[in-house]
């Protein structure tokens, strides 16, 4: 049976777009359940029929705790076996997280635990970083935290400007992205005591997209 993605996503959705054309041409064994967004206006949403589509914004929640409260219920009505955030911009509350403990994957535009949070192409090129690249990490409450599941490496060129560095990282966030979500699906991937594991077996240094290949 196909597994159930709840995909939280607050921009255009690229990522998702790359999940929903691998389960079309039957690569990724598995359905959207829903997709939820803090921007009712985001793009991503429009990639999905209304019926699955959720937003609302925490002003019209009351506020950070009530909106996470509000999300994880319609989340947790579509029973998702994953919860997949691609492009999402909120911080997940402890509540949430524990919620749907080791079920919650984030895909990071860079080689965590180096450039946590926001503009990380630019702050890999002012730290004169030789590499660069994208992680799929499971997600707790600290930003950007939680175990690392797997990476791609880009290089950073000499004529590099934060925008062709991007566009680099994201050729390679989606083949990341669905390789781990293709883990997922087959009932490889778990989280035990905050460690990645595969096959049972801890991760202690993450997956690269050739080993996954393999």
């Known amino acids: ?6 995909i939280l996503a607050s921009g255009r959705g690229s990522n998702l777009q790359a999940i929903l054309d691998a389960i079309k041409a039957g690569v990724l064994d598995a359905r959207i359940a829903g997709v939820f ?7 991503a949403l429009q990639r999905v029929p209304e019926a699955l589509r959720w937003s609302r914004t925490p002003k019209s929640c ?3 705790e009530a909106f996470d409260a509000v999300l994880a219920d319609a989340v947790a009505v579509c029973e998702p076996d994953w919860v997949v955030c691609v492009g999402y911009m909120r911080i997940l509350g402890e509540a949430f997280v524990q ?3 080791g079920k919650i994957l984030n895909i990071h535009p860079s080689l965590l635990p180096k450039h946590k949070g926001l503009h990380t192409h630019q702050r ?11 992680s799929l990490h499971f997600v707790d409450p600290e930003l950007d935290g939680g175990a690392v599941i797997a990476q791609a490496r880009v290089p950073v060129l000499p004529n590099d400007d934060a925008d062709t560095l991007a ?5 390679v ?19 035990r005591n905050g460690q ?18 393999t």
């Open 1 to 6: 049976m196909p597994v159930r993605l709840a």
């Open 37 to 43: 967004s803090d921007r009712p206006d985001a793009l």
């Open 62 to 64: 009351g506020g950070r």
């Open 99 to 101: 919620r749907f403990a």
């Open 124 to 134: 890999a090129l002012d730290d004169g970083d030789a590499e660069h690249g994208a």
């Open 167 to 171: 566009a680099r990282v994201l050729a």
């Open 173 to 191: 966030e989606h083949p990341l992205l669905l390789g781990v979500l293709q883990l997922a699906a087959s009932g490889r991937l778990a989280e």
């Open 196 to 213: 990645a594991t595969l096959d049972g077996q801890a991760l202690f240094t993450p997956l690269s997209l050739e080993s996954m290949a």
